[in-house]
């Protein structure tokens, strides 16, 4: 089970330096950056230096995330390509970074051995999937559509990117969709099981008079304002007011911290399997949301809703499922969530 010493999440900051090392324990290099993809917020790839292993210090090379093991407490990556495989990749100067299209890095991809993440059906096979109700998902992907139309022909290619790094990511602005400043984003925390950004943590300084909190926020609710060097953030004022922030050294770091922050902005937790996603959620009206909210202040204890929220989880699945296997499942869960239930009373 996670925790705080074992998390689910890790920032990236935390993970861009790790060293590389393979099999055997040698040392390859490190991880000079990560590369988001901004259309579903995945840990599209890797950026690694090899150093004096291969003799080739003057190259960066993109590394599908998939190919990475983290070794938390050793505070590595284990790489598991062969030796002779990374010498014949290649790379590129750390001055000239190519134009990191879908289209390259299907390339990529393809020349470790991995399929690329957004072919049709790996989704379902990793479980992955936006987290977001049908219609706000079709909403968010005709306004991204519509924004990247209305960018002329003439625009470079670097200035319409598949793919951002960490690194510029982080320190972008938050606008609302009134254009008004709401604050920044401090940091990408990295689901390490499946390469997804979990949360953005953002800070609104003056605007909602928080300074002191940081606040998880999915990245489905942001989208790239790119001649704005902004993110569009497209939660009310009145949610944002109320939400729930977190002190600056307490980081929800495991899925159940976090589950109850996705549940609160209207989003499908993303780590919920594909069965799940198919049901379509509909977003909460205020009322239900306030309703939810005094029902939530009621249990004494984080562990307490979490196990009510499991109950509550497994109650919908048996409205939607009808399937013998999947009942099955739910039973098991049920189970798991009534020792649950029973530990915590």
Request: glycine letters at 8%; hydrophobic letters at 35%; proline letters at 3%.
């Amino acid at each position: 089970m996670a925790d705080r010493n074992n998390p689910d999440f890790l920032s990236a900051s935390t993970l861009k330096g790790d060293k590389v090392v393979n099999a055997a324990g040698e040392d390859l290099g490190k991880i000079e950056e990560l590369m988001i993809d901004l259309r579903d917020g995945r840990l599209a790839f890797a950026v690694l230096s090899f150093g004096g292993f291969l003799g080739l210090g003057d190259k960066l090379f993109a590394i599908p995330w998939q190919a990475l093991r983290l070794k938390v407490h050793d505070h590595a990556f284990v790489l598991d390509v062969p030796k002779d495989v990374l010498e014949k990749a290649e790379g590129f100067d750390k001055d000239k970074w190519p134009i990191t299209s879908r289209e390259w890095l299907s390339t990529v991809y393809g020349y470790y051995g991995y399929q690329p993440y957004w072919q049709t059906g790996v989704a379902g096979q990793t479980g992955i999937s936006t987290g977001m109700p049908a219609g706000r998902e079709s909403e968010r992907m005709a306004r991204m559509e519509r924004e990247t139309k209305a960018r002329t022909v003439s625009t470079t290619a670097r200035e319409m990117p598949d793919f951002l790094s960490a690194s510029t990511i982080k320190k972008d602005k938050v606008i609302n969709r009134a254009g008004e400043d709401l604050g920044k984003i401090e940091e990408l925390m990295i689901d390490l099981e499946n390469g997804r950004i979990a949360y953005a943590v953002l800070s609104f300084g003056g605007f909602l008079g928080m300074a002191d909190k940081l606040f998880a926020i999915p990245w489905q609710a942001l989208t790239l304002r790119l001649h704005e060097h902004a993110f569009l953030l497209d939660i009310s004022k009145d949610v944002l007011e109320k939400a729930e922030g977190f002190d600056k050294d307490h980081w929800p770091l495991t899925r159940e911290e976090l589950s109850r922050t996705y549940t609160y902005y209207g989003y499908k937790p993303y780590w919920q399997g594909e069965a799940v996603e198919r049901a379509e959620i509909p977003r909460e009206t205020q009322p239900q949301r306030t309703a939810r909210t005094e029902r939530e202040k009621s249990f004494e204890t984080a562990e307490e809703l979490i196990a009510e929220q499991e109950k509550e989880r497994i109650e919908q699945l048996e409205k939607t499922e009808t399937d013998k296997e999947r009942l099955e499942q739910l039973e098991r869960e049920k189970a798991i969530a009534e020792r649950r239930e029973h530990k915590y009373h």
